[in-house]
């Protein structure tokens, strides 16, 4: 498998040149993911663990998935658990430089959390207005 410039994500034949042929960028090996971390993120939250890997988009489709998987159960925890995976998976890769390394956004981790937290409250409050306004009879 091919590695990348950690600079501008070139594939690379060798990692052990001094310089990517294309950006000129020094090929020392300097930034890795915690794969820990990455794991830590993908339990405790569908999606996390790829936002941590730098790739907020593939997080929030994790995340919608495995919402919309709930509603049948079982194809929601597929979703969550092949989101464990390939969170962890994904940071081994970056730190063997079989994908190109992405930075971690912090900012994009604490706004993925608020706005899954905020549909949280979104859900709980349509809730507590369902039994005020129809009654337990609702649930």
Known sequence: MPNYCPNCGTPLKER???????????????KEKNVAIALICAISCPGLGQ???????????VLLG???????????????LY??????RTAEKMNAGEVPFRET????MIL??????????????MAV???????????
């Open 129 to 139: 207005s369902a039994v005020f306004v129809y009654g337990m009879g609702a649930f």
């Open 66 to 80: 495995a919402a919309v998987g709930t509603l049948l159960l079982i194809p929601g925890l597929v979703v969550y």
């Open 105 to 108: 956004s912090v900012l994009s």
């Open 16 to 30: 052990d040149g001094a310089v990517c042929p294309n950006c000129g960028a020094l090929l020392t090996r300097t």
């Open 83 to 88: 989101g464990i995976y390939d969170g962890y």
């Open 51 to 61: 936002v941590y890997n730098g790739e907020t988009w593939k997080g929030a489709l």
């Open 112 to 125: 993925f959390v608020g706005l899954v937290l905020l549909g949280v409250l979104v859900l709980v409050l």
